[in-house]
T-cell receptor, first 111, second 115 residues
Framework: GQQVMQIPQYQHVQEGEDFTTYCNSS?????IQWYKQRPGGHPVFLIQ?????EVKKQKRLTFQFGEAKKNSSLHITATQTTDVGTYFC???????????FGKGTSLLVTP | DVKVTQSSRYLVKRTGEKVFLECVQD?????MFWYRQDPGLGLRLIYF???????EKGDIPEGYSVSREKKERFSLILESASTNQTSMYLC??????????????FGPGTRLTVL
């Protein structure tokens, strides 16, 4: 079945450094979603990308959807301690109702 | 705001017990999902339901069953709990059946320990 791979598994940065997590699918996706899970919390929806090559920004976060709709990235500029958590991508194919989640990237930011 | 609630935040059961995990959503969502989350393995889909009394197996349905008798409630059942089912269980719901805007709203999770 559809697989969504996410790298890196962990990332430790100093506050102020940039951070990027990458998501790759074995099949073409109809859309991709990103979620953030704070330590001890539950995943919370951040954004959805639908169009090929789409780029969206939320303050210091930049989300991209690849031209082939098989990969995506989340880039955080100048990380802050509030960015700590696990970031998941989730792909949705044209069939079915379920999302396929990547394993997540756990971000640790030290002051 | 969408609210997804789960019956317990923490649960401790013994091997062989029957365990019920309940999930309720208050936004009339059609789709509901059960995941388990384990370190290094991310979110793995156990079962989902796209309508009342309908259910579909996810990636890891073995050892689990589900029930959806009412639209707002989705139950996960462990017929005979085993220690390898110790995990965090997350319920989620979403609105559309096949639409692109398929945001999932998660409950707070139930941390189940099977002794």
């Amino acid at each position: 079945g559809q697989q969504v791979m996410q790298i890196p598994q962990y990332q430790h940065v100093q506050e102020g450094e940039d951070f990027t997590t990458y998501c790759n699918s074995s099949t073409t996706l109809s859309n991709i979603q990103w979620y953030k899970q704070r330590p001890g919390g539950h995943p919370v929806f951040l954004i959805q990308l639908v169009k090929s090559g789409e780029v969206k920004k939320q303050k210091r976060l930049t989300f991209q959807f690849g031209e082939a709709k098989k990969n995506s990235s989340l880039h955080i500029t100048a990380t802050q301690t509030t960015d700590v958590g696990t970031y998941f991508c989730a792909g949705h194919s044209n069939s079915g109702y379920a999302l396929n989640f990547g394993k997540g990237t756990s971000l640790l930011v030290t002051p | 705001d969408v609210k997804v609630t789960q019956s317990s935040r923490y649960l401790v059961k013994r091997t062989g017990e029957k365990v019920f995990l309940e999930c309720v959503q208050d936004m009339d969502h059609e789709n509901m999902f059960w995941y388990r989350q384990d370190p290094g393995l991310g979110l793995r889909l156990i079962y989902f339901s796209y309508d009342v009394k309908m259910k579909e197996k996810g990636d890891i349905p073995e050892g689990y069953s589900v029930s959806r008798e009412k639209k707002e409630r989705f139950s996960l059942i462990l017929e005979s709990a085993s220690t390898n089912q110790t995990s965090m269980y997350l319920c989620a719901s979403s609105f559309s059946r096949t639409g692109l805007v398929d945001t999932q709203y998660f409950g707070p999770g139930t941390r189940l320990t099977v002794l």
